[in-house]
């Protein structure tokens, strides 16, 4: 079967099921958002601090990675957060499991906006220039965050076409 590059991504991820699980707290999904920006800066204190720069660009790199991990399982995956977490795995598996047509075009669009986005922001790092990197940032953002959203709608959809896709929706009484 051939893979997607957002699954080359997970797998690089080591994105397991419990992982995907703890991934799905709104906690995780907010915190992530902050990684990118982290980053950003950590890069950019090159110039500030010199090779001293690798030091806050490994925090950011390993933050990236422990992130999905540090959070608990929610109590509730009945959230737009949540819930597009859960479209995101659900997308993972459209080679194995179509998604609806409606859905096959926009995704891989918001992608692409972000990825130009990115084009920008390695741009203004690397250069040391503000407008280009801010620029990218909005991208990148708008990129992800309505691509997030549609994983919502993604999930919406497809989560009563799978046993497995419906017992990722549930709401702990504790």
Request: one cysteine or more; a positive charge; hydrophobic letters at 50%.
């Amino acid at each position: 079967m051939k893979h997607t590059f957002e699954s080359k991504i997970a797998k690089w991820f080591d994105m397991s099921d419990e992982v995907w699980q703890r991934h799905a707290n709104p906690w995780s999904i907010w915190t992530r958002i902050t990684v990118f920006p982290v980053l950003i800066i950590a890069i950019w204190s090159r110039a500030w601090v010199g090779w001293w720069s690798s030091i806050p660009i490994m925090v950011a790199i390993t933050w990236a990675w422990f992130n999905p991990r540090i959070y608990t399982r929610p109590k509730s995956t009945n959230n737009w957060a949540s819930k597009a977490v859960l479209g995101e795995r659900v997308w993972l598996n459209r080679k194995k499991t179509p998604v609806p047509i409606h859905h096959n075009i926009l995704p891989n669009i918001l992608n692409w906006v972000s990825g130009i986005g990115l084009l920008f922001v390695i741009w203004g790092v690397w250069q040391l220039k503000l407008w280009p990197t801010f620029v990218g940032c909005i991208f990148l953002y708008a990129g992800k965050l309505w691509f997030l959203d549609r994983m919502v709608w993604v999930y919406e959809d497809m989560r009563n076409t799978n046993p497995e896709y419906a017992s990722w929706l549930y709401e702990d009484n504790v």
